[in-house]
């Protein structure tokens, strides 16, 4: 593979400024005061708690972004971001509101040149009835405007159009929409079906808006952490987000204004959240685009100064793709030899596009999601996305129902440069099924129910199946890890560690 040089590539032709204005989605991540970008400063972070100054600020920290072609509507994309997790459904009276000192914000980059060039920013208010209760609500709530909906939020979307890191021009969409209350409980909120149904606005352009609580739709094992699932295998397949709901923001525009043209339908796609200080001044404190990136791509070092950077400056952390931790880590613990370095395949993957799929004609290497507009959804998505010949999904955009561990961990460990592989944390789909329509996303879970348990506290690895190591039905980790040493160890692992083994019958080469 030709190692990628850092730096900028030929930039193509930007789309006229009437297109432009009429809509599309985000922009800067260079924080703004009216039409005029600062630049940002010292950052907190995003994505499920990953970095130390974000983890005390929830309000702030973005957890996940997706974005995807709609499935209903495939001349629209559907760009979706959350934020507050660990949202406990019966976390009253207060629950959980987005901040009112705080913008939220998304990001389109047309052309790939590593800039953003549209911005679509939301700000949040607090509305209360009566202050001389600590109720949430005072009776059973029946729709938005309501009476006894004592709290509620409304919001504004302001788009903003950039030229070289600089807004140039902006742009006020919608003024005091109504969000989706928090799911106080069965008897309070009795039809949240429709509450929710009344949250989606239409606005001018042909867009959709939500904004409101959701259930948290990321699904994986994060006992991870606990030295890769308790060090043999035996701490998997525990969905540990599950019940716990998220904030969610989601926003639905025709494809015609984010692509530059339809002979360059990629888009590059991220959020940011930025914070108000006592004096006045904006502050960016979160950033995300690709998941996972900031949680195990970035060392604690570089964490917090990620979510206070722009994708054009994104060579300060390259080391970290190439010379990532991860497989180090699996091959200390697993004795699972780690690819060789310097990793040009995640360049493609994190950084630059794969070619022939979601890769622009020209533009600067960073990281963000990128879609290609022109890749039609498909009535029946896999799981793997790409890895399975479906370039509808990950890492071309990124859909909900997308597997993103299992994918990123069969890359991480090798998938594109030979080393196929069945990793997977054994989480393959979320426990709530989700919409068929914007904003798609689950409903949150109600306050009145016991979050459900996301399974057993541990799981042993008995009754999983393996791939390539021909091991079928009841085996155990510690079986594995003492059946010969570092080889034995290699095969059981390509096979059936982390979890049962995934079978594709196409093509999983990217790169082209």
């Known amino acids: 593979m030709t190692p990628i040089s850092w730096g900028r590539w030929p930039r193509p032709t930007r789309r006229s400024v009437a297109l432009v204005t009429c809509g599309a989605l ?27 100054l974000i983890s005390g600020q929830p309000q702030f920290d973005n957890t996940d972004v997706y974005a995807f072609v709609s499935p209903d509507h495939p001349d629209t994309t559907t760009i979706v971001a959350n934020w507050l997790p660990f949202q406990e459904p ?12 705080a913008r939220y914000s998304f990001h389109v980059d047309s052309d790939g040149d590593a800039q953003d060039d549209l911005l679509y920013r939301y700000t949040f208010k ?28 409304t919001y504004d979307i302001e788009l903003l159009r950039l030229e070289h890191g600089k807004a140039v021009s902006s742009h ?61 295998l035996s701490e998997v397949g525990n969905d540990t987000l599950r019940g716990y709901n998220v904030n969610t923001i989601a926003l639905q525009v025709p494809n015609a204004f984010l692509r530059e043209s339809e002979a360059q339908p990629v888009i590059g796609i991220y959020s940011t959240t930025e914070r108000q200080n006592a004096e006045g001044h904006w502050t960016q404190v979160s950033r995300l685009g690709m998941p996972l990136v900031n949680e195990v791509v970035n060392p604690v070092k570089d964490k917090d100064k990620f979510n206070a950077s722009s994708p054009e400056n994104d060579g300060d952390f390259l080391k970290n793709v190439t010379e990532p931790e991860l497989p180090k880590l699996i091959e200390a613990i697993y004795k699972i030899k780690a690819p060789a370095e310097p990793r040009q395949d995640l360049v493609s993957v994190f950084l630059t596009g794969i070619k022939d799929v979601n890769q622009p004609p020209g533009g600067t290497p960073s990281e963000m999601l ?66 068929h329509s914007f904003p798609y996303v689950a409903l949150p879970a109600s306050g009145s129910d016991t ?28 079986t594995v890890l003492a059946a010969g040493g570092a080889g034995a160890l290699l095969v059981a692992g390509l096979g059936a560690f982390w ?12 790169l082209g």
């Open 26 to 52: 985000a922009a800067a991540g260079l924080s703004a005061v009216g039409a005029a970008m600062l630049q940002p400063q010292s950052a907190t972070a995003s994505s499920h708690r990953e970095a130390p």
């Open 90 to 101: 019966a976390g009253g009276p207060n629950f959980f509101p987005f901040a009112g000192d």
């Open 126 to 153: 607090d509305h209360r009835k009566n202050e001389n209760t600590f109720l949430h609500n005072t009776g059973v709530v029946e729709s938005l405007d309501d009476p006894d909906l004592n709290f509620t939020q």
């Open 172 to 232: 006020q969409l919608a003024k005091h929409l109504p969000t989706a209350p928090a799911n106080v409980g069965k008897a309070s909120m009795p039809d949240y079906q429709k509450l929710r149904d009344q949250a989606v606005h239409e606005i001018p352009g042909g867009l959709k808006t939500f904004a409101g609580q959701a259930d948290d739709p990321f699904f994986l094992d994060l006992r991870v952490f606990d030295l890769l699932y308790g060090g043999d």
């Open 370 to 435: 990128r879609l290609n507009t022109a890749v039609k959804p498909t009535g029946e998505p896999k799981r793997l996305g790409v890895l399975d010949s479906d370039n509808a999904g990950f890492p071309n955009g990124r859909r909900l129902t997308d597997d993103v561990l299992d994918i990123a961990l069969q890359v991480v460990e090798g998938e594109l440069v030979g080393s196929k592989n069945d990793l997977g944390d054994a989480v393959d789909a979320n426990d709530k099924e989700f919409g």
């Open 451 to 478: 979050r459900a348990a996301a399974g057993a506290d541990t799981k042993s690895a008995t009754g999983l199946t393996g791939g390539a190591s021909g091991l079928t039905g009841s085996w155990s980790a510690s």
């Open 499 to 510: 979890l049962r083994s995934r079978r594709r019958t196409a093509s999983r080469s990217w």
